[in-house]
């Protein structure tokens, strides 16, 4: 048996093999990231050995190790594609630790050859659209999120009574008058007329004069009324423009991530908390339930007769497992070690929000946020751990979420 190491780089990879005694049968080489470079390895594995007698595996670096193993299972492999803290751990087993690439390709044709990890299972093309369209989603929505954040503090300087004026910052109708007047200086200047039919267009009819004459009094009255500053006026405007388009492209995805219909969605969806776009991101992360369920044969016998082992799973791979960091007689405090995908937290965490107030989740932040009195933040945490698990069962067994069925196995 032949176990081939590839270091992933952007531009270029190295291939490396060892056999069974870990010895190299094939020196650190280096092919490129295009068809001729595929070409290249795909010449360099035949001479190896037979093809079914080669086994494969990589870091799964950033998104540069996807085309690459899409080519290996055309050229009739199967790369198995796993974690790169792995290789990272296995770095730690000597004292030298590596120090160049082809040390690199080396080393994880070794952990290839021990087998210590779980390979992530390669996403069916429907599973990879999703994931990336999930993944995609969310930047959007974090570059929105710290947009109104900078639209806040900027208002601050030219305009900072008209957050008070607002029940939300950046409605449609906010965004669209701080696009045209994004100062009190300007504001001020325009006739209620004008801000009347511009806010009627906006809200579709909700707003009319009489919250055009309040708006353009606050602006008049403003302490930052006789204050010019064009520089913070155009980042106002230029804010509002990007949030509105920001806010415009999250609506395509959730369209398109709709549209989508992965195994369990249905399933899914009977969570509280958890609708079409949600459903979708979540399993879209998780790939498939089976890579949690199925035992890793080098884990302790201890360790596999434990109940429970494909949660535990899962909520490491969320990062959402508790973490403990001790020695000697020092014990730190537990906290979570947010190792995982921060996408499938993400995700699992805006569930949680609306699962708090459901019956079957009630108890559970009732103990930590009312009795317990912790941070909003740590008793929302506990009630999201609780929702990954029921994930689990429900997608494990194939079935809706059953709330009697959950209390009791809580």
Same mark, same amino acid.
């Given at each position: 048996?032949?176990?081939?190491?590839?270091?992933?780089?952007?531009?270029?990879?190295?291939?490396?093999?060892?056999? &069974?005694? *870990?010895?190299?049968?094939?020196?650190?080489?280096?092919?490129?990231?295009?068809?001729?470079?595929f070409?290249?390895?795909?010449e360099?594995?035949?001479?190896?050995?037979?093809?079914?007698?080669?086994?494969? *595996?990589?870091e799964?670096?950033?998104?540069?190790?996807?085309?690459?193993?899409?080519?290996?299972?055309?050229?009739?492999?199967?790369?198995?594609?796993?974690?790169?803290?792995?290789?990272?751990?296995?770095?730690?087993?000597?004292?030298?630790?590596?120090?160049?690439?082809?040390?690199?390709?080396?080393?994880?044709?070794?952990?290839?050859?021990?087998?210590?990890?779980?390979?992530?299972p390669?996403?069916?093309?429907?599973?990879?659209?999703?994931?990336?369209?999930?993944?995609?989603?969310?930047?959007?929505?974090?570059?929105?999120?710290? &947009? %109104?954040?900078?639209?806040?503090?900027? /208002?601050?300087?030219?305009?900072?009574?008209?957050?008070s004026? =607002?029940?939300?910052?950046?409605?449609?109708?906010?965004?669209?008058?701080?696009?045209?007047?994004?100062?009190?200086?300007?504001?001020a200047?325009?006739?209620?007329?004008?801000?009347?039919?511009?806010?009627? %267009?906006?809200?579709? *009819?909700?707003?009319?004069?009489?919250?055009?004459?309040?708006?353009?009094?606050?602006?008049?009255?403003?302490?930052?009324?006789?204050?010019?500053?064009?520089?913070?006026?155009?980042?106002?405007?230029?804010?509002?423009?990007?949030?509105?388009?920001?806010?415009?492209?999250?609506?395509?995805?959730?369209?398109?991530?709709?549209?989508?219909?992965?195994?369990?969605?249905?399933?899914?969806?009977?969570?509280?908390?958890?609708?079409?776009?949600?459903?979708?991101?979540?399993?879209?992360?998780?790939?498939?339930?089976?890579?949690?369920?199925?035992?890793?044969?080098?884990?302790?016998?201890?360790?596999?007769?434990?109940?429970?082992n494909?949660?535990?799973?899962? /909520?490491?791979?969320?990062?959402?497992?508790?973490?403990?960091?001790?020695?000697?007689?020092?014990?730190?405090?537990?906290?979570?070690?947010?190792? *995982?995908?921060?996408?499938?937290r993400?995700?699992?965490?805006q569930?949680?929000?609306?699962?708090?107030?459901?019956?079957?989740?009630?108890?559970? =932040?009732?103990?930590?946020?009312?009795?317990?009195?912790?941070?909003?933040k740590?008793?929302?945490?506990?009630?999201?751990?609780?929702?990954?698990?029921?994930?689990?069962?429900?997608?494990?067994?194939?079935?809706?979420?059953?709330?009697?069925?959950? %209390? %009791?196995?809580?």
């Amino acid at each position: 048996m032949i176990f081939v190491g590839v270091d992933i780089a952007k531009a270029a990879h190295l291939v490396a093999a060892i056999d &069974a005694q *870990g010895r190299t049968v094939l020196k650190p080489e280096r092919f490129t990231q295009d068809a001729e470079g595929f070409r290249r390895v795909g010449e360099i594995l035949c001479t190896l050995t037979q093809q079914d007698a080669v086994t494969i *595996g990589f870091e799964a670096t950033g998104h540069y190790w996807v085309l690459l193993a899409e080519e290996l299972v055309r050229q009739g492999y199967q790369p198995q594609v796993f974690n790169p803290i792995l290789s990272g751990e296995a770095t730690r087993t000597t004292v030298r630790g590596r120090k160049t690439d082809a040390d690199d390709a080396l080393l994880i044709a070794q952990v290839v050859r021990d087998g210590r990890f779980v390979a992530m299972p390669l996403p069916t093309a429907a599973q990879a659209q999703a994931k990336r369209l999930a993944r995609e989603r969310q930047r959007t929505v974090a570059r929105a999120a710290n &947009a %109104k954040k900078r639209l806040g503090s900027r /208002l601050d300087l030219v305009f900072p009574e008209y957050v008070s004026l =607002w029940s939300e910052l950046c409605c449609r109708s906010s965004l669209a008058l701080l696009a045209r007047w994004p100062s009190a200086r300007l504001l001020a200047s325009v006739s209620v007329t004008v801000l009347t039919k511009v806010l009627k %267009k906006c809200s579709r *009819g909700h707003l009319g004069s009489e919250r055009a004459r309040d708006l353009i009094s606050a602006a008049k009255s403003s302490i930052a009324v006789a204050r010019e500053d064009a520089a913070t006026e155009m980042a106002i405007r230029l804010a509002a423009q990007e949030i509105m388009l920001l806010e415009e492209q999250v609506a395509d995805y959730d369209k398109t991530l709709n549209q989508l219909d992965l195994p369990g969605k249905s399933n899914l969806q009977t969570l509280p908390g958890i609708a079409s776009v949600l459903a979708t991101i979540i399993l879209a992360e998780i790939v498939t339930i089976e890579r949690f369920t199925s035992q890793d044969p080098h884990r302790s016998q201890r360790r596999r007769s434990r109940g429970r082992n494909g949660v535990h799973r899962l /909520l490491a791979y969320a990062g959402m497992d508790c973490q403990i960091r001790e020695s000697g007689t020092w014990r730190g405090t537990a906290h979570m070690s947010k190792r *995982g995908s921060r996408f499938l937290r993400t995700a699992v965490y805006q569930a949680a929000q609306v699962a708090r107030h459901h019956e079957a989740f009630q108890d559970i =932040w009732h103990q930590h946020y009312v009795v317990m009195k912790q941070p909003y933040k740590v008793a929302l945490s506990h009630v999201a751990r609780k929702l990954l698990q029921a994930i689990y069962g429900m997608l494990s067994r194939n079935v809706p979420f059953d709330p009697v069925a959950f %209390k %009791k196995a809580a």
